[in-house]
């Protein structure tokens, strides 16, 4: 079963929980591994009256066309008129202290990853999940794992913390089969090779120069890897791919109201099938601080098509 279910763990003001060092060591593992943690309810501090300011937005739901997006290092807040200042201002506020109580939850959940993990975006999803009408790439309810265009991780992992905070609606998944299961049987498809050789290649370090200068004139460049130009296509990959979306392994998943999960989304294939209302926030945590490196995507692509896919 992929599910590890924690009981009374809570690292809310009140009932203060850590884990020492080795057993957050195992459960890194477990995580790195493919696992999904698994807590019947909000264990970091979320007072009643952030949770009622967040779904009253329900009424409104007509003037939000995406999921509300927020960055904690610089309080950015997206997907959300900001011309309702006063809301906007709270909204601010609300994301902004979520963000901070799952950091510190995962410091006392995850002591190894405490110092290196990297604070990234977090997000609102208003929208009901079923029946959302998006493009192919977009769509939640496909089979995919995770890769972000803006943000390459070279090796490092994407781990994410859900909330359900839909006060009487279940989140409804689907999981697929392992990473090393997936990759074997679709890798190669994706064009794993052809990236590999292409990166290792003198067109390859072209690409890797004009970065560098386009850096150093001051313009953004998302400075990506091999490794994270495989997993860009292989995203896109798996939602094209109409018979791995019919025909693949599926396990259906519940997370009933008020139910927290943590999951490495880059490893586990998912999908999002019904639900509303859910708090994430996502970490990155870099290739030099996962416990179990052998097991990450990086590692197991690599073993595959016999290259380094994440060397700088
Ligand atoms: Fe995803």
């Known amino acids: 079963m992929s599910l590890i279910n924690i009981d009374n763990f809570n690292a809310s003001d009140e009932r203060r929980n850590s884990v020492d060092i080795d057993r957050g060591r195992e459960y890194c593992r477990q995580l790195e591994q493919g696992k999904i943690f698994y807590f019947d309810h909000i264990p970091f501090n979320f007072p009643k009256e952030y949770l009622t300011f967040l779904l009253s937005r329900r009424q409104q739901n007509t003037r ?23 809301d906007f201002a709270r909204l601010q506020e609300i994301m902004q202290f979520y963000s901070g109580q799952v950091t510190k939850f995962l410091a006392a959940f995850l002591p190894p990853y405490a110092e290196k993990r990297l604070l ?8 009901e999940e079923n029946g959302r009408d998006l493009p192919l790439h977009k769509r939640n309810e496909l089979l995919h794992v995770d890769a972000f265009p803006n943000r390459p991780t070279r090796g490092g992992r994407i781990l994410r913390v859900f909330t359900n905070i839909n006060p009487t609606k279940e989140r409804v998944w689907q999981i697929g089969e392992s990473f090393e299961r997936l990759a074997e049987k679709y890798a190669s498809d994706a064009g794993l090779n052809r990236i590999a050789v292409q990166s290792a290649s003198t067109s390859g370090k072209i690409v890797r120069h004009t970065s560098r200068f386009l850096k150093k004139i001051g313009l953004p460049v998302a400075d990506r890897s091999a490794y ?11 939602k094209e ?7 693949g392994d599926k396990t259906r998943l519940e997370f009933p109201p008020n139910s927290t999960w943590l999951v490495f989304t880059d490893g586990v294939p998912h999908s999002v099938l019904s639900g509303q209302f859910a708090l994430e926030q996502t970490f990155i945590i870099p290739f030099e601080a996962l416990v179990s490196p052998e097991d990450s995507p990086a590692r197991v692509l690599e073993k595959m098509c016999r290259k380094s896919l994440i060397a700088v």
Do not use: V, W
């Not at 509300?68 to 997907?79: A, D, E, H, V, Y």
């Not at 994270?228 to 798996?238: A, G, I, K, T």
């Not at 791919?241 to 025909?247: D, E, I, V």
């Open 64 to 86: 939000f066309h995406k999921n509300i997006s927020f960055r904690p290092q610089t309080n950015l807040l997206r997907g959300f008129p900001a011309s309702e200042k006063k």
């Open 120 to 127: 990234d975006y977090a997000s609102f999803r208003t929208i």
């Open 228 to 238: 994270d130009h495989f997993m860009l296509r292989f995203h896109d990959y798996l």
């Open 241 to 247: 791919n109409t018979n791995y979306q019919k025909n």
